[in-house]
Nanobody, 122 residues
């Protein structure tokens, strides 16, 4: 049974930092492309960042060098380091997995975590 479990969310002031983690089980983690999505209040789910099988990274434009995605295949875990957080970053952050290559469309991901809330106060 595939499970993705996010952690690390919380309340932070604008300009602060958080590090999200996504722990995977029930899969050969190294065979999966991974991604972070987020869904803010009243908004559609949007892509934040992706990391491929070989560690190649991709980011949404709004990240603008503030976030860094990474993966540790030995620990079956993906991370999202978020710096210089803004109130607009307030959202539930989800991790997602799919076999082989990275794509940007949420519906193409096979497995999802339950999400972790990130709230950035002004």
């Amino acid at each position: 049974q595939v499970q993705l479990v996010e952690s690390g969310g919380g309340l932070v002031q604008a300009g602060g930092s958080l590090r999200l983690s996504c722990a995977a089980s029930g899969v050969t983690f190294s065979n999966y492309a991974m991604a972070w999505f987020r869904q803010g209040p009243g908004k559609e789910r949007e892509l934040v960042a992706t990391v491929g099988l070989n560690g190649d990274e991709g980011y949404a434009g709004f990240v603008k060098g503030r976030f860094a995605i990474s993966r540790d295949n030995a620990k079956n875990t993906m991370y999202l380091q978020m710096n210089s957080l803004k109130p607009d970053d307030t959202a539930v952050y989800f991790c997602a997995a799919r076999r082989t290559r990275v794509v940007t469309v949420a519906s193409s991901y096979d497995f999802w975590g339950q999400g972790t809330q990130v709230t950035v106060s002004s």
